[in-house]
Antibody, heavy 122, light 106 residues
Framework: EVHLVESGGGVVRPGGSLRLSCVAS????????MAWVRQGPGKGLEWVCG????????AYADSVRGRFTISRDNAKNSLYMQMNSLTAEDTALYYC???????????????WGPGTTVTVSS | DIQMTQSPSSLSASVGDRVTITCRAS??????LNWYHQTPGKVPDLLIY???TVQSGVSSGFSGSGSGTDFTLTISSLQPEHFGTYYC?????????FGGGTKVEI
């Protein structure tokens, strides 16, 4: 069975940093693009960033470009997101999500982790 | 960036009703349009990809149509398990973007 499990969320002060991780199982990890999607309290879905299956291509939402960095370690079936210069607007539930194809573009996401909560507050 | 606009933002319907949700892209996205359904406290489920292809395991009551900039999601006969929020998403170009959501109440 396909599983994604996120970790690394928590409470951080404005301007601080966090690193989220996601461990995948049940599928050939490097065959699929991966993404981080977030959902603020009571808000809709926001695509944050994505990475191709081979890790050679990445893309970011305007709201996080230059502050967040997505990466993956295919040998460890793991996805990461380094989050720097956090603001209150980054407070959200962060989902790790599997693309239905090798690219992180063109395809939807068919598997989601349960999410990890990031709270940015002083 | 491509903006996705859903309408209505919310609707109330009865069991058995036919429900249609629309999604408009700010520019041509061909058929790179997906639909998701989310109930409170749950992760989203992929319903339809490529505008009209029903994801494996999704009930046959869902259908999608459209191409270019205008898309629709139709629920042929609304069931209690269909309540929740529906989101469209374009995957034509990065940054990928979601619509604001349509909350369906029964």
């Amino acid at each position: 069975e396909v599983h994604l499990v996120e970790s690394g969320g928590g409470v951080v002060r404005p301007g601080g940093s966090l690193r989220l991780s996601c461990v995948a199982s049940g599928f050939t990890f490097d065959d699929y693009g991966m993404a981080w999607v977030r959902q603020g309290p009571g808000k809709g879905l926001e695509w944050v960033c994505g990475i191709h299956g081979d890790g050679d291509a990445t893309a970011y939402a305007d709201s996080v470009r230059g502050r967040f960095t997505i990466s993956r370690d295919n040998a460890k079936n793991s996805l990461y997101m380094q989050m720097n210069s956090l603001t209150a607007e980054d407070t959200a539930l962060y989902y790790c999500a599997k693309s239905t194809g090798r690219s992180c573009t063109y395809y939807g996401v068919d598997v989601w982790g349960p999410g990890t909560t990031v709270t940015v507050s002083s | 960036d491509i903006q996705m606009t859903q309408s209505p933002s919310s609707l109330s319907a009865s069991v058995g009703d036919r429900v249609t949700i629309t999604c408009r892209a700010s520019q041509n996205i061909n058929n790179y349009l997906n639909w998701y359904h989310q109930t409170p406290g749950k992760v989203p489920d992929l319903l339809i990809y490529a505008a009209s292809t029903v994801q494996s395991g999704v009930s046959s009551g869902f259908s999608g149509s459209g191409s270019g900039t205008d898309f629709t999601l139709t629920i042929s006969s609304l069931q209690p398990e269909h309540f929740g929020t529906y989101y469209c998403q374009q995957t034509y170009s990065t940054p990928l973007t979601f619509g604001g959501g349509t909350k369906v109440e029964i």
